[in-house]
């Protein structure tokens, strides 16, 4: 099984700064990558796929970057509705895993 | 718009059996791929189960293989998972997910979820 590390596990940032968030495979996983963002209470969000591609209705701030077992994504400028919880995916093997994530906090 | 309702949670004891449906809305769902992911409280996210649109290919954590079975029913644009012999560890909210694609991949949309809780 493909083991996915986040680092850092919790990133403080001040609005209108930017965060960068990195995302290591155990083994390869192409470019078969997505980012979620999840806010407490609620369903995660898909932000990214592809490694670089933004979902539908994602704003521009958001990028992601990387292929094979190193990935980024970064936000740009942070908002007051981007501080969450972010985490990685790989679909590239079965099983797919998620990380354990990334807490964007207010500093 | 894309709408996924999940139902079926509730509270039960180790070793029983439970089957949760996602009634999905606002796309055509046999064309896609349709996941179940679960969250333990306070911890992130696990990918439970797959099912691809169209040719309908299953795939299973390793937690929850034997143990678990997903299907789906196109005319009632709903996927189900079968859980049974559950355990306290399989205590989470229990998202289901749409993915963009007939094959499984990323998932692009997401119901509010439901509380499976397991305890004695």
């Known amino acids: 099984e493909i083991v996915m590390t986040q680092s850092p596990g919790t990133l403080s940032v001040s609005p209108g700064e930017r965060a960068t968030l990195s995302c290591r495979a155990s083994q390869s996983v192409s470019t078969n990558l997505a980012w979620y963002q999840q806010k407490p209470g609620q369903a995660p969000r898909l932000l990214i796929h592809g490694a670089s591609t933004r979902a539908t209705g994602i704003p521009a701030r958001f990028s992601g970057s990387g292929s094979g077992t190193e990935f980024t994504l970064t936000i740009g400028s942070l908002q007051s509705g981007d501080f969450a919880v972010y985490y990685c995916?790989?679909?590239?093997?079965?099983?797919?895993?998620f990380g354990q994530g990334t807490k964007v906090e207010v500093k | 718009e894309v709408q996924l309702l999940e139902s079926g949670g509730g509270l039960l004891q180790p070793g029983g059996s439970l089957r949760l449906s996602c009634a999905a809305s606002g796309f055509t769902f046999s064309n896609y791929a349709m996941n179940w992911a679960r969250q333990a409280p306070g911890k992130g996210l696990e990918w439970v189960s797959a099912i691809s649109g169209r040719i309908e290919s299953t795939y299973y954590a390793d937690s929850v293989r034997g143990r678990f079975t997903i299907s789906r029913d196109d005319s009632k644009s709903t996927v189900y998972l079968q859980m049974n012999s559950l355990r306290a560890e399989d205590t989470a909210v229990y998202y289901c997910?749409?993915?963009?694609?007939?094959?499984?991949?990323?998932?692009?949309?997401w119901g509010q979820g439901t509380l499976v809780t397991v305890s004695s």
């Open positions: 997910a749409k993915g963009p694609f007939a094959m499984v991949t990323a998932m692009d949309s």
């Open positions: 995916q790989q679909y590239n093997n079965w099983p797919f895993v």
